[in-house]
């Protein structure tokens, strides 16, 4: 009589592990779930990772550009900002 009421036990114990492999918060199904939104996000954060890349690629692409404006019109045209003072120094000749 132990002996069948200890196999009734385990029994139910079997299938409440089984039951909880199943349906319970650790599920297969539900780990199925979370790994597919996993992925989701995963490509998702993918792609914005991407996006702010381009976005500060260009946002030195302009920084750049400026620069070599500003120095183009600098050098070449004499160009100054604002209550800037342009001071040319000649080049002496020989005397």
């Known amino acids: 009589m132990a002996a069948r009421l200890v196999s ?7 299938g409440m ?25 995963q490509a998702q954060n993918q ?6 890349q381009q976005l500060l ?4 692409d302009l920084r750049e550009g400026l620069e070599i404006i500003e120095e183009r019109a600098r050098m070449e045209l004499g ?3 604002p209550n800037e003072i342009l001071v040319q120094i000649a ?4 005397h």
């Open 57 to 60: 690629n260009e946002v030195e």
């Open 47 to 52: 792609q914005a990772e991407w996006r702010n």
């Open 79 to 81: 160009m100054v900002k």
């Open 91 to 94: 080049q002496g000749g020989s």
């Open 17 to 41: 592990l089984h039951a909880q492999l199943w349906l319970g918060r650790g599920s297969v199904p539900k780990v199925e779930q979370m790994r597919a939104q996993l992925a989701r996000v």
């Open 8 to 14: 009734l036990l385990l029994l139910a114990l079997l």
